[in-house]
């Protein structure tokens, strides 16, 4: 499985931003997308993540202002990034975890696969 993150980009707090991470290769029938992020000089976290069933997770940071979608059909999924902050500036990874269980879906050493990252930087 290959994953390509895109869409990040420099904005200015308040802002939105849509990134975009598309899945190639073998296709299964129970897994997770996720967006985790990873600022300078700190672990990688978990942002939100779509599950198979249509299940939606996020991290309290983020709730209300980001959003995970998906579109089966074309492989990808999106989070849309609304009222940015600056503590919202990281490399943002898009990865996949198969057959995943509730409480692993949050948790980055779960996932199968990962894309490159996406460098999203929010100025004050």
């Known amino acids: 499985v290959q994953l390509q993150a895109s869409g990040g980009g420099l904005v200015q707090a308040g802002d939105s931003l849509r990134l975009s991470c598309a899945a190639s290769?073998?296709?299964?029938?129970?897994?997770?997308m996720a967006w985790f992020r990873q600022a300078p000089g700190k672990e990688r976290q978990f942002v939100a993540a779509?599950?198979?069933?249509?299940?939606?997770y996020y991290a309290d940071s983020v709730k209300g202002r980001f959003t995970i979608s998906g579109d089966n059909a074309k492989s990808t999924v999106s989070l849309q990034m609304n009222s940015l902050k600056p503590d919202d500036t990281a490399v943002y990874y898009c990865?996949?975890?198969?057959?995943?269980?509730?409480?692993?879906?949050?948790?980055?050493?779960?996932?199968?696969?990962w894309g490159q990252g996406t460098l999203v930087t929010v100025s004050s």
């Open positions: 290769g073998r296709t299964f029938s129970s897994y997770a």
């Open positions: 779509l599950r198979s069933t249509g299940t939606t």
């Open positions: 990865g996949v975890v198969l057959n995943p269980i509730r409480s692993t879906i949050p948790i980055e050493r779960s996932y199968d696969y």
